[in-house]
């Protein structure tokens, strides 16, 4: 370790304010945020990474594994494309997905070499498709970053960004959870990659996921895109919170009285299913695995049985009660726009990545667990990384002369000394966002309905102030999640069609005329717009 780095070491862990400067911040320590954070340090730039809860083990991906789109075949491929561009609505691009199969595919061999313990397939090849030791690969990650370089500051989450006189972004700044007091990083270049936002539904691994990053920068001026692919629910034991559902395959779906439920292909399971909860539990048994299955099944997901082995139920004989739980834009595809190939938003030395970021580029409007998300957060965060230390080194030392300011608003900034209590406000959005009949069967009157009250909500927490530094994170959190919900809103109420995971109980038929990507953002009143560069774009047509 070099003396700047024990230094920093040391005074990372201070009883004091933590002020540094660094060429690049990444702000979120997950696979996108950790992939940016060593391809930025590999080219000889300064760069910190903080992390709301302790890189490595917090987030999603450490909690339940994942799949990757991972597709070297050419001829599965062009099938792969076919299928996607069809499922997402037609609002992905060929030429995307096409650089995120090819960059997974050398990151994946990357991960190989670091060592990363990939399981075989039939023939004895590594199966490069699985990341299902999640822990192991985001431990993994951890090490390489570190071995890089890069100064990790855990449990320090970002509050707001900071821009200088000329508005770009200049750095952040955020409390240090477990010292008690703040932390400012000045740096050239920043990358947001704080996830999506999962409104803290329990679903394994989201408690940290509450759309942070979303706020911060519209708070910069930047732009939102796809918001409105955003309710995604995942199956889960109902006193549990692992809602991996690749294992449904093999369900047997019933009333409470025993009685079937048809639950029509995979993509119609979870409408179905919600429909049937709404009224009454409903239960499920894996009774229809094959014998040869059962076994290696646990050696895959094996977190997939904890739920199961705690109290003692067996799931292939047994039947239990399940629920759904909003992962929203965790598995969705909304986010923060891209404007380039490198992951640059609109606004000067901010980037996006992972599910921060619009995953509308490859995935159009339906995503989920893991696979196009997993191989579009280690790509994102690998070019991000690569494309913030170029501009980096382009502004030289000039850049550490510049004025800066805290641009955080709600939560963090009023006129009023009003205080806020996010506990309430946390409870009155997750009652508009959580039921599946506001969120995932949508009307143009039930959205309204909802907005009234989001509306409401944010100038209630615009209009106060954390009561003490003490309640600053769960103020933003509450403050993030009402913005998040109103984009997502929003958009859903001008998207008057069903397409990709956007369904429209009064339009449910898909509408060729609506086949561009819808972009928002502000604050205080909330704007929605069709993206005129992507509709203006060669495409393929209904």
């Known amino acids: 370790m070099s003396a700047n780095q024990l230094a920093l070491e040391q005074q990372s862990t201070a009883a004091s304010d933590l002020d540094l400067e660094a060429d690049v911040l990444v702000i979120g320590g997950g696979p996108a945020g950790c992939w940016a954070a060593h391809n930025a340090a590999v080219q000889g ?10 890189c490595g083990s917090s987030g999603a991906t450490a909690s339940g594994g994942t799949t990757v789109w991972y597709i070297p075949n050419a001829e599965q491929r062009e099938t792969a494309f076919v299928g996607r561009q069809a499922l997402g609505g ?3 691009e060929r030429s995307w997905m096409e650089r995120v199969l090819d960059r997974t595919h050398t990151n994946l061999y990357e991960l190989a070499n670091w060592g990363y313990p990939f399981p075989s397939d039939e023939q004895g090849k590594p199966y490069y498709s699985s990341l299902q030791q999640g822990a192991e690969y985001m431990r993994l990650m ?21 821009v200088d006189t000329e508005g770009a972004v ?5 409390v240090r959870r477990q010292v008690g007091d703040r932390w400012q990083v000045r740096a050239k270049a920043v990358v947001i990659a704080t996830g999506g936002c999962a409104f803290l539904s329990k679903a394994l691994g989201c408690n940290v996921l509450t759309g942070d990053g979303y706020l ?3 708070e910069v001026g930047a732009t939102l895109s796809g918001m409105e692919f955003s309710n995604v629910y995942g199956l889960t034991p109902a006193w549990a919170s692992v809602t991996k559902g690749a294992y449904y395959r093999w369900a047997t779906f019933t009333y409470e009285d025993g009685t079937e439920i048809e639950c029509g292909n995979f993509h119609e399971r979870a409408a179905i299913i919600a429909k049937a909860l709404l009224n009454q539990p409903v239960y499920c048994s894996l009774d229809q695995t094959p014998e040869q299955a059962r076994v290696w099944m646990r050696t895959i997901q094996h977190n997939f049985f904890l739920p199961f082995d705690r ?7 047994q039947r239990f009660p399940i629920t759904l739980r909003l992962e929203g834009t965790v598995r969705g595809t909304g986010g923060i726009q891209i404007v380039d190939d490198s992951c640059a938003t609109s606004v000067p030395g901010l980037y996006a990545v992972g599910d921060a970021a619009t995953r509308e580029l490859v995935a159009g409007g339906h995503s989920g667990g893991g696979s196009i998300n997993a191989a579009w957060a280690m790509s994102s965060g690998y070019w991000a990384g690569e494309a913030a230390g170029k501009y980096a080194k382009a502004l030289g030392n000039r850049a550490t002369q510049r004025q800066v300011r805290g641009i955080g608003g709600a939560g963090i900034r009023s006129q009023s000394s009003q205080t806020i209590a996010p506990q309430e406000i946390i409870r009155a959005v997750q009652a508009e966002v959580l039921p599946y009949d506001r969120n ?7 959205l309204n309905d909802s907005l009234e009250r989001l509306h409401s909500l944010w100038r209630e927490i615009r209009s106060a102030v954390a009561a003490n530094d003490q309640a600053l994170l769960s103020a933003r959190e509450a403050a993030a999640m009402v913005a998040t919900a109103r984009w997502m809103y929003s958009t859903a109420l001008v998207r008057r069609e069903s397409r990709g995971m956007h369904k429209r109980q009064d339009y449910p038929e898909q509408d060729p005329k609506q086949q561009y990507r819808l972009l928002s953002g502000g604050l205080d009143h909330v704007w929605v717009k069709p993206d005129q560069q992507f509709a203006s ?3 393929v047509r209904l």
């Open 142 to 162: 951890r090490k390489q970053v570190k071995k890089v370089g890069v100064q990790i500051l855990d449990h320090c989450p970002a509050l707001e960004l900071l």
């Open 216 to 218: 911060m920068a519209a």
């Open 90 to 92: 037609f609002l992905s």
């Open 170 to 174: 200049a750095g952040a700044a955020g």
């Open 311 to 317: 109290i003692g139920i067996d799931p292939f004989t």
């Open 440 to 446: 995932l069967f949508r009307t143009e009157e039930g």
């Open 537 to 539: 774009k060669e495409l």
């Open 45 to 54: 730039v300064r760069v910190v990474l903080v992390d709301k809860g302790y």
